[in-house]
Antibody, heavy 117, light 109 residues
Framework: EVQLVESGGGLVQPGGSLRLSCAAS????????MNWVRQAPGKGLEWVSY????????YYADSVKGRFTVSRDNAKNSLYLQMNSLRGEDTALYYC??????????WGQGTQVTVSS | QTVVTQEPSLTVSPGGTVTLTCASS?????????PNWFQQTPGQAPRPLIY???YRHSWTPARFSGSLLGGKAALTLSGAQPEDEAEYYC?????????FGGGTKLTVL
């Protein structure tokens, strides 16, 4: 069974940093591209970042470009999102999602990030 | 900035049919946008329903179908069930970025 489990969320002050992780099981992570998607409280979904299976191709939404860095360790079956210079508008539930082609086919349950003083 | 627009809310009667649409500010939506559709109920992660415009996942009930309609991506629900009451999101691909629609709150009443 495909499972994606996010962790690393929490409360952080504006300007601070946080590193999210996504642990993959039930499949070979190195065979799939991955994405991060977030959802602010009471709001819709927002795509954040994409990383190809080999990390050779990486994309970011304009809202996080220059502040967030996506990476992966296929040997550890893990995906990461390093978030720096955090702002209040980054407060959201962060999901990782497995992609096949352009198909967002499996999602984790999310980890909450709250940016507040 | 690219905007993807969905109906904010729709209502369907139990057993009825409803079509949700997904429009792009850049022009007509085609299969090259690889439309995805997701269902989300409160407190739950999004559940994928449709990918590549028309393809159902193995877990997607047959009453859901995807298409292109009048320059938009469309999700049609035929024979609505009470458990279909949820928020529905479309997702379009734009050459190195993806953009979600704002979501449609579907009420089955």
């Amino acid at each position: 069974e495909v499972q994606l489990v996010e962790s690393g969320g929490g409360l952080v002050q504006p300007g601070g940093s946080l590193r999210l992780s996504c642990a993959a099981s039930g499949f070979t992570l190195s065979s799939y591209a991955m994405n991060w998607v977030r959802q602010a409280p009471g709001k819709g979904l927002e795509w954040v970042s994409y990383i190809s299976s080999s990390s050779s191709t990486i994309y970011y939404a304009d809202s996080v470009k220059g502040r967030f860095t996506v990476s992966r360790d296929n040997a550890k079956n893990s995906l990461y999102l390093q978030m720096n210079s955090l702002r209040g508008e980054d407060t959201a539930l962060y999901y990782c999602a497995r992609v096949a082609g352009r198909d967002f086919q499996h999602w984790g349950q999310g980890t909450q990030v709250t940016v507040s003083s | 900035q690219t905007v993807v627009t969905q109906e904010p809310s729709l209502t369907v009667s139990p057993g009825g049919t409803v079509t949700l649409t997904c429009a792009s500010s850049t022009g007509a939506v085609t299969s090259a946008f690889y439309p995805n559709w997701f269902q989300q109920t409160p407190g739950q992660a999004p559940r994928p329903l449709i990918y590549g415009t028309t393809y159902r996942h193995s877990w997607t009930p047959a009453r859901f179908s995807g298409s292109l309609l009048g320059g938009k991506a469309a999700l049609t629900l035929s024979g609505a069930q009470p458990e279909d009451e949820a928020e529905y999101y479309c997702l379009l691909y734009y050459d190195a970025t993806w953009v979600f629609g704002g979501g449609t709150k579907l009420t089955v009443l």
